[in-house]
């Protein structure tokens, strides 16, 4: 499968706990976006990466959430203190080429549940 | 299993009919614009994308449909089969290819 892949598919954990996510890119993609997508409602942005460099982040990225792509290959998402709002299923999307508009490949998501 | 669809605006059609599915985007200033289907516990798979500089291209069953003057975008689906249903959403993005969703449609088949 040569698809955007994330680990774990499902992840439940208790409120104050460090979860960790990873996410495979299609091969050779130089761009990684992370959403996350409550019920009823479109993915919405959080970070994305160029290659290793992270170049944008959005507000709902409180400080309790960090991104890396270390090597611009696979990238992690990691929620520390978890809280029940961060409940949701963060998606990993890539794509090919900076600075042309070519579309994104999600990935299966992780569902989230902090109990 | 999970619902996706809860609180969207739902299009309800029979098999073998033409769908209609409706977005209004937020930003002029966006180039590019895709649509996405959703399967339940899934994630958005794409379907057809278009370019600011087109306000019309058709794959294979789908059509979308841009005005940029008034800001809107539709997804024409052919011959609407069962495996159609899902939630589509449309994404709007400029130069770094950052996507914004709108709400989404459900869009049921009953066979």
């Known amino acids: 499968d040569t698809g955007v892949s994330q680990d774990p598919r499902h992840k439940i954990t208790k409120r104050g706990q460090n979860v960790t996510f990873r996410c495979d890119p299609i091969?050779?993609?130089?761009?990684l976006y992370w959403y996350r997508q409550t019920l009823g409602q479109g993915p919405e942005f959080l970070t994305y990466?160029?290659?290793?460099?992270?170049?944008?982040k959005s507000r709902l990225l409180s400080d309790r959430f960090s991104a890396e792509r270390p090597k611009g290959s696979f990238s992690t998402l990691e929620i520390q203190r978890t809280e029940q709002g961060d409940s949701a299923m963060y998606l990993c999307?890539?794509?090919?080429?900076?600075?042309?508009?070519?579309?994104?490949?999600f990935g299966q998501g992780t569902r989230l549940t902090v109990v | 299993g999970e619902s996706v669809g809860l609180h969207l605006p739902t299009l309800s059609v029979q098999e073998g009919d033409n769908s209609i599915i409706n977005c209004a985007y937020s930003?002029?200033?966006?180039?590019?614009f895709i649509w996405y289907k959703q399967e339940s516990g899934k994630g958005p798979q794409f379907i057809i994308d278009i370019r600011s500089n087109m306000d019309k291209r058709q794959g294979q069953r789908v059509t979308v449909l841009l005005n940029k003057t008034v800001k809107h975008l539709s997804l024409q689906i052919a011959a609407t089969q069962p495996g159609d249903s899902a939630v589509y959403f449309c994404a709007e993005s400029g130069a770094t290819n950052k996507l914004i969703f709108g709400t989404g449609t459900l869009l049921a088949v009953q066979p």
């Open positions: 930003n002029s200033a966006s180039d590019y």
């Open positions: 999307a890539s794509s090919p080429l900076p600075g042309l508009n070519t579309e994104a490949f």
């Open positions: 990466f160029q290659n290793e460099a992270q170049l944008e």
């Open positions: 091969s050779e993609h130089n761009r």
